[in-house]
């Protein structure tokens, strides 16, 4: 059974929520502010994924997101946020969140979306660490490593960095793309391949000769330039 950690200041929809994922066989821990949520985020071992509100009562949700992705790099987050506008959802994904839903929520997409970052933050024993050139990728700790410089990537950060690996130099369609990396397709006007392959550019960085790592093709997708 995955533990969950929702934070949320809304009492009633944690608790529907609560009830609606118990049923769909999550163990959920439910936190109405930052505080709160603090204190349980600091308890061993770790929720399995959180699902963090935009909006609570003592700060924003989005600070909480900052320094969830310092201490817990590697924990699966969803943003969930009654605003809903673009700008709320390009700030979430840039700090980080693999996914976003605005409320009010379908309870049924929730724990799709759950289920799909779930899947995506335990690898398969086949997945093997990947090197090409300077740069080598452990799937199973979500680490890159260049030049003996590390750096954590978010579980969507790691499937996508490991589909584009495994293809090097050739071009993956980002609904293709999308699916590898985020375990679904993307709807209209959905960003969040483009933001979580910019967050990925940032971290890794170009080729020493200035090269960059991940290429995007205009109408097409991406591909890890070798």
Not at 68 to 76: E, I
Not at 132 to 161: A, K, M, N, Q, Y
Request: proline letters at 7%.
């Amino acid at each position: 059974m995955s533990e969950l950690l929702l934070i949320d200041d809304d009492e009633e929809l944690c608790e529907l929520l609560s009830s609606w994922l118990s049923q769909e066989g999550f163990q959920v821990q439910a936190c109405h502010d930052g505080s709160s949520a603090r204190l349980a985020l600091a308890q061993t071992p770790p929720p399995a994924a959180v699902v963090l509100d935009v909006m609570l009562p003592d700060g924003s949700g989005l600070e909480l997101l900052k320094q969830l992705r310092t201490d817990h790099p590697d924990l699966p987050v969803l943003m969930l946020s009654a605003r809903g506008e673009p700008l709320d959802r390009i700030l979430g994904l840039e700090l980080g969140a693999d996914d976003y839903l605005a409320k009010p929520c379908d309870p049924r997409e929730l724990t799709a979306r759950l289920r799909a970052v779930l899947r995506r933050s335990h690898p398969t024993a086949a997945s093997s660490q990947l090197e090409l050139g300077d740069l080598c990728f452990s799937p199973v700790r979500g680490v890159v490593t260049i030049d003996e410089h590390e750096f954590t990537l978010t579980v969507s950060e790691s499937r996508l960095l490991e589909a584009l690996l495994k293809q090097p130099g050739e071009p993956l369609d980002k609904q293709e793309l999308a699916q590898l990396a985020l375990g679904r397709k993307l709807t209209l006007y959905d960003r969040s391949l483009d933001m979580h392959v910019s967050n990925l550019r940032k971290k890794i960085g170009p080729h020493a000769d200035g090269r960059p790592r991940i290429v995007a093709l205009r109408s097409r997708g991406y591909y890890y330039c070798v």
